[in-house]
């Protein structure tokens, strides 16, 4: 820890010494706090970091640069899960379990953000949406991952595992620790799930002074997904892949109830084109849809992010009524180890900061905390996806959204995206998979519930089904259990279920 008096000469070169300022008002212990929480600032740095975000809050923000010299992915770059036959999603699929019983793929979530439109104060991960089981998404995810190491193994007669890299922030580590060791990491070693810290970087004002959001503290937020870079360096976490001997990387975000974690599809198109980044899409909803799009900025291909995109260039549509920029980035990303190890040593530092106008909580002069009504701060994020510039062969992959993409950012009461919608996405999904299995469904008084054939995402299906990740990941495997059956809604098919099903045979 360094002394007040370094650290007070250090915020007086960075043109901060008004951090100090209620510092006589502030007990020991508190001096001691807010000590520590300084010298873990990198001080050398906090200068341009100010100077940047002010800089960066006058510019306009409404219209970026990016936009102007943006161009689509022409679409043979785009693999394509609609378009491709059968043989080749065998080819891919077959080349993915390969990779992972061989121990080479990771998963890697990116779980250090805030969840603020949600309105939750715990990680979104430990959300449960209202599922049969009631199943939270970290649940629901690892689940995933025991049971993608099972369907390798089947095939492969190997014992993989498939390493859990969680990237957290201050806000998320210790309540996801702790949910992790309260479940017993759900069924999985513990030595196979890794969590790390991203960093923390200070709130500025619009002129370029950092933000107290009490006495002896400053407000800090997380520096972005795009922060998984540096805190693969600081933990060392590329060096704990590398033991392990994994080469490929799935990305993904937190929230997508949806998603197909360690794909092998996903991971065996990449792996035969000989990439070394890659990132899901799916058909773009609506022009105003709140995702990114993959595309070619001065001919680079990188995501363009929704609230840096202007409307005139998310509504262009071609001569057949298709949205130009309709490569909907669902943070579902590829990256081989060597790709992040160049890119946390050499590039990590150039990565774009992206500036966002927040409402942050201050004390004034006065000493009095204000909650302000409208933006007064600057928080500068990096994100994960801006490291596509810098690789050497880029493959996007566009798959179904109703079988891949629903994420969870808001409350329930918003139009989309909220714990309904992900909920009614997962069960028609598994409505779906029954009624293919071959099984019909009754209501609780036993009359026949006429099937429906097409059941969409944001639709209640015509019963309820959950079935559960440890029972089938993708689908597979449910006509021997479910063919010819006749459920009764709500139906759970767990592994209990499972067996008795089997038995009963
Ligand atoms: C920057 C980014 O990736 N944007 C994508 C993100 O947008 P969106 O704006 O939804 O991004 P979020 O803020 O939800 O963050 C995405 C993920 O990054 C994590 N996170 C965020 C901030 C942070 O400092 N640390 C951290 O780990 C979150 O916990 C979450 O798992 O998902 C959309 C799909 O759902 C995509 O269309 C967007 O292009």
């Not at 992040?340 to 009095?368: C, I, M, S, T, Y």
């Not at 690789?391 to 329930?412: T, Y």
Request: charged share 25%.
């Amino acid at each position: 820890m360094l002394s007040f008096e370094e650290i007070k000469s250090s915020l007086e070169h960075a043109g901060q010494s008004h951090v100090l300022q209620f510092w006589s008002e502030l007990s020991g212990d508190d001096k001691n706090t807010f000590l520590v929480e300084l010298s873990q600032l990198d001080l050398n740095e906090l200068r341009e970091h100010c100077e940047r975000a002010a800089e960066s809050a006058k510019a306009d923000h409404s219209a970026t640069a990016a936009d102007q010299q943006i161009e689509p992915v022409s679409s043979e770059f785009i693999g394509s899960i609609r378009k491709s036959d059968h043989t080749a999603l065998t080819g891919w699929e077959n080349e993915g379990f390969l990779q992972i019983s061989q121990n080479r793929v990771a998963v890697l979530l990116l779980a250090g953000g805030q969840g603020t439109r949600l309105g939750v104060s715990y990680p979104k991960g430990m959300y449960n949406v209202g599922l049969p089981s009631s199943k939270t998404l970290y649940q629901i995810q690892a689940e995933r991952i025991c049971k993608i190491q099972e369907l390798a193994n089947a095939k492969h007669g190997s014992k993989c595992t498939v390493p859990w890299y969680i990237m957290t922030s201050e806000f998320t580590l210790d309540p996801t620790k702790k949910f992790f060791q309260e479940n017993k990491y759900f069924g999985l070693d513990p030595s196979d799930v890794v969590m790390f810290e991203q960093r923390m970087i200070p709130a500025v004002t619009f002129d370029g002074k950092v933000i107290l959001q009490d006495k002896g503290k400053i407000a800090m937020a997380p520096d972005g997904n795009g922060g998984l870079y540096r805190a693969l360096v600081d933990n060392k976490v590329l060096e704990n892949m590398e033991e392990r001997g994994v080469e490929y990387l799935h990305v993904y975000c937190v929230d997508n109830i949806l998603v197909k974690m360690a794909d092998p599809i996903f991971i065996g198109f990449c792996v035969s084109k000989g990439a070394d980044c890659g990132a899901k899409v799916v058909e773009k909803a609506y022009p105003a849809e709140p995702v990114g799009v993959v595309c070619k900025v001065k001919g680079v291909y990188q995501v363009v992010e929704y609230s840096e995109l202007r409307p005139e260039t998310a509504e262009q549509r071609d001569p057949g009524g298709e949205l130009v920029y309709s490569a909907g980035n669902i943070c579902n990303h590829f990256f081989t180890r060597p790709f992040l190890n160049e890119v946390a040593q050499k590039f990590q530092g150039q990565l774009k900061q992206h500036v966002a106008l927040k409402k942050v909580p201050f004390v004034d002069r006065e000493g009095n905390l204000v909650k302000p009504t409208k933006p007064n701060g600057i928080k500068m994020e990096k994100f994960v996806f801006d490291v596509f510039q810098f690789s050497r062969k880029f493959v996007a992959f566009e798959v179904l959204r109703e079988e891949e993409f629903s994420p969870l950012k808001n409350a329930d009461g918003a139009p989309l995206d909220t714990p309904t919608t992900a909920r009614q996405s997962l069960l028609a999904q598994h409505y779906r998979w029954a009624m293919a299995a071959g099984a019909s469904f009754l209501d609780a008084q036993g009359k026949s519930l006429p099937p429906r054939p097409r059941v969409t995402r944001d639709e209640d299906p015509p019963a309820v089904c959950e079935i559960s990740p440890l029972v089938s990941f993708f689908g597979e495997g449910l006509e021997q259990l479910l063919g010819q059956k006749v459920l009764t809604t709500p139906f759970l098919l767990d592994e209990n279920r499972a067996k008795e099903l089997l038995q009963a045979q």
